[in-house]
C-alpha cells in the first residue's frame, strides 16, 4: 500500500515525497463515495500543511526521524480513537430510534 511504500522515503526524506503524497492523495480523495470523510481527511491534510509551514527539510536526522515516527503513530492513534467514537455514536443514536 501507500504507507508501505513511501513511509520509509518520509521518515528519511520528507522534501522527496511530501509533492508525490499531495497529488497522489488528491486523486484518491476523488474517488472516495463517501463524500463527507474524505472532507474530513482533506481538512487533516490541510492542518498537516500548516504544521509544516513553508519549509520541508530536505534529509531528517536520527532525533528529527523519531519525532516523525511518534507523530505519525500519534496522528493514526488519533484517528482511530475518532473513527471508534464516530461508531459508537452511530451505534448509540441508531438504538435511540
Known sequence: GIVERYYA?????PALVIGQLSSRSNHHLEKMENKWLANQYQ??????SVALGTSIPATLNLEQQSYFALGYYQMGAKLSQEKKERSAAGEKAA???
Open 9 to 13: 522515503s518520509a521518515i528519511q526524506m
Open 43 to 48: 481538512e487533516k491534510l490541510r492542518q498537516v
Open 95 to 97: 438504538a435511540e430510534e
